[in-house]
């Protein structure tokens, strides 16, 4: 149920409206779902005062609704400034302990009948534009607070997927399909295409693909069927069918599952669904290409993305407590491993994180392409997650995404909630051998608060390896047009690195893997990746080349 609740949107004074803080007692006793209150015009733009001391008082529960509160004045002219949205949204977030109980909406409707228009069409839409650009805003500033290093985006981009056309016909309308599936880098990662011929069969075909993809184990596999006539199909399905069961057999290592696409004349298509290659997905006749291709991306790239959001556990029900027997000091995936260690041996635990995120390293840093080879006990989590989490049985692969990684420990997090302060800066602890004092300071209410809490023992699960990407200065770069940025924190997502020469400078993990995504796009054109001390001590001789470098250059610069 949605309920709301206004003084109208006449033109008027409005300076007999109730107070809202009369309101509030028999709002309390209202079961709703979602709760619409002004709270962005001149009479009502402060009732978010009224809504934070009816949630402090205990006479409202934040979690028995979500408030969606005015930020737009619909009766205004004047457009709200994006900025404006975010920081009343803010205030309702504070309050509320959580952005999944807060909405942005309108103060009400931009009319009242329909004769009557409090301001025109068109500044209606861009009053709408505003309030979306204000909570996209808003849910960035959350997720940055306290936070050492800037976060471009939301969520992930799904994970990417290899295909491989098994081409049954060798018709023309086969390359128009083989063009059409050349997806863009972030779709995409390869593109292998495979003839079979009813000469070879299907096996030889599908020996062929298994030899292709047998390595290709870091993305899942799209393997197309393709036949313009319908022996073509027939045949290209069975080989896609066989080569889907050599990848399964084959135990040398853990990959991702493949999909079968059947792709050919509706009656043999369905024939060959049905007999040779039985839970595949039609993807019509071919005859247009590009629906086959979005059919194909959709399908392949539906929930393997990851939203940050979810790891925003909110504000903990329980206060910060004045003693317990370990503070563990950052919730990435250290923290809250030993967190969990600690529990199972009976000691009380609290575990501090500073941003409104937990996942460390990885839900700051990472970027969407980000791997790592989670089949070494280092980096699994299954074993720390709740037996009733689908996570815990989930395949623990070779080579796990960034997605993935997240994933568990967003799981993990949940199973660790009420330990968990998010927004907790330490600024100090004090004692020895024991006995120690951790001075703190909680953001995310309407104040901070200041709180000293004793214990016995203090875990710094804090990373100061990785650090914070450090600024890097060469000579040239005022005057250099190509590109350039850190290459974490997806802050190269969007870049189209096609037919762009690339520099990456360092040679860890994050400049490794920059590397590898711009040899996918473009793996015919020149790479350099340069160490840190070979830029140093070669300075002086390239200073005089660095201003000359193309526009077309892409640099990365990777620390």
């Known amino acids: ?124 839409w861009m009053k709408l534009e505003a309030l979306v650009a204000g909570a996209a805003l808003a849910s960035r500033l959350y997720m940055q607070a ?50 079979v011929s009813s000469e070879g069969g299907a096996a030889k075909g599908a020996k062929e693909c298994f030899e ?64 040779q290659a039985p839970g595949s997905v039609y993807a019509g006749d071919g005859s247009n290409a590009p629906e086959v291709a979005a059919l194909v991306s959709k399908t392949m790239l539906d929930g393997t993305g990851f939203d940050r959001r979810t790891l925003a556990l909110g504000t903990n029900a329980r206060p910060l407590p004045d003693a317990t027997t370990i503070v563990v000091i950052g919730g990435g995936l250290l923290g809250m491993v030993a967190a969990q260690r600690l529990l199972k041996r009976g000691h009380k635990v609290v575990i501090l994180e500073q941003r409104t995120l937990i996942g460390g390293i990885w839900s700051m840093h990472a970027n969407s392409t980000s791997q790592v080879n989670s089949s070494e006990g280092g980096y699994c989590l299954k074993e720390f997650l709740p037996e009733s989490s689908p996570r815990k ?27 968990i302060y998010t927004q907790v800066q330490v600024a100090q602890i004090l004692g020895t051998n024991g006995d120690y004092n951790v001075v703190c300071l909680q953001h995310g209410a309407t104040k901070p608060i200041s709180k000293v809490i004793k214990c016995s023992g203090v875990v710094l699960a804090i990373n100061d390896r990785v650090g914070l990407p450090r600024p890097l200065s060469v000579p040239g770069m005022d005057q250099f047009q190509g590109v350039m940025a850190d290459g974490t924190s997806d802050l190269l997502k969007g870049t189209d690195w096609t037919g762009k020469r690339v520099v990456v400078f360092g040679m860890g993990a994050f400049a490794v893997e920059n590397v590898r995504t711009a040899l996918e796009v473009t793996p015919y054109l020149p790479y350099l990746p340069i160490h840190s001390t070979t830029l140093t001590t070669s300075t002086s001789t390239h200073h005089t080349t660095t201003p000359a470098l193309p526009a077309t250059l892409a640099a990365t610069l990777t620390h």
């Open 212 to 275: 292709a993809l047998r390595w290709a184990v870091d993305f899942p596999l799209a393997l197309v069927a393709y036949g313009a006539t319908p022996m073509g199909v027939c045949i290209a399905a069975a080989a896609a069918e066989q080569a889907a069961a050599l990848l399964r057999a084959d135990s040398a290592a853990s990959r991702r599952p493949s999909t079968i696409f059947v792709c050919g004349p509706a009656a043999p298509a369905a024939q060959a669904l049905k007999s």
């Open 146 to 195: 306290q936070a050492p290093a800037p976060m471009k985006s939301i969520s992930l981009t799904p994970t990417p997927f290899r295909v491989c056309v098994l081409d049954g016909s060798s018709a023309p309308s086969a390359r128009t399909l083989i063009d059409a599936l050349g997806f863009s880098a972030h779709e995409r990662s390869s593109l292998d295409v495979v003839l």
């Open 1 to 124: 149920m949605r309920i709301h609740i206004c003084w109208g949107n006449y033109a008027g004074p409005h300076h007999l409206d109730i107070h809202t803080d009369w309101v509030w007692p028999h709002v309390a006793n209202i079961k709703c779902k979602y709760l619409l209150m002004e709270g962005a015009n001149p009479r009502h733009g402060h009732d978010a005062a009224a809504y934070e001391k009816a949630v402090a008082s205990g006479l409202i529960d934040p979690t028995k609704f979500v408030i969606v509160p005015g930020v737009i004045d619909t009766t205004a002219a004047r457009i709200e400034h994006p900025e404006l949205i975010a920081e009343r949204l803010l205030r309702y977030v504070r309050a509320a302990g959580h952005p999944s109980r807060v909405i942005a909406g309108t103060d009400c409707g931009f009319a009242s009948t329909a004769k009557s228009t409090a301001i025109t069409a068109d500044l209606a």
């Open 393 to 419: 049985h989930a395949h623990n692969r070779d080579h796990s995404t960034a997605a993935e990684v997240l994933l568990d420990l967003a799981e993990l997090g949940r199973s660790l909630k009420e330990y």
